[in-house]
């Protein structure tokens, strides 16, 4: 219980939860560990913008000069793994050969605040969400490392920083 009620506090002054937050769930916490859990309704992580959609081609130049000439987007990165990211004002367009994923997107990728992909997937942890973080530097350009988890529906979600741009 002591564990739990330091979590919560440093959750609290990391501003990952309200003050609301903190008392209601401290409170359960008191009252019996299995409403504490169910009490326990802070999100691990505040996610504030669409930051990208990926999606596979079967051909990463063709398709980016599609886009680049139908929609005057701009190439902002080329990660290592062979994909283009196209620019948006406040995210981009991922264009990757993934076998499986032609023509349909592979993941997408929401920006949250204070992006720590350890804690975030140690959070989701918490919640019985399984998260991998991937530390491979040839999959970005900037961004430092990425955090993937399954929506119940087994959708591919991304956890990045605001403004990452692959």
Request: glycine share 12%.
């Amino acid at each position: 219980m002591t564990e739990n009620a330091e979590t919560l506090v440093r959750d609290y002054e990391e501003r990952r939860i309200t003050r609301r937050q903190l008392v209601a769930t401290l409170a359960a916490l008191m009252v019996a560990p299995e409403a504490a859990s169910a009490a326990q309704t802070a999100p691990v992580a505040r996610a504030q913008t669409l930051n990208h959609v990926s999606i596979g081609v079967s051909d990463v130049e063709r398709s980016a000069e599609f886009y680049q000439r139908l929609l005057g987007l701009e190439i902002v990165s080329r990660p290592g793994n062979g994909g283009i990211n196209l620019g948006l004002r406040d995210g981009f367009l991922g264009l990757y050969s993934i076998a499986g994923s032609v023509g349909r997107p592979h993941h997408f990728c929401l920006g949250v605040e204070d992006y720590d992909p350890d804690a975030i997937a140690e959070r989701l942890g918490r919640v019985g969400i399984e998260a991998r973080v991937d530390t491979n530097p040839n999959n970005r350009t900037s961004g430092g490392d990425q955090l993937y988890f399954a929506d119940p529906d087994g959708a591919s979600v991304q956890l990045g920083a605001n403004g990452y741009m692959g």
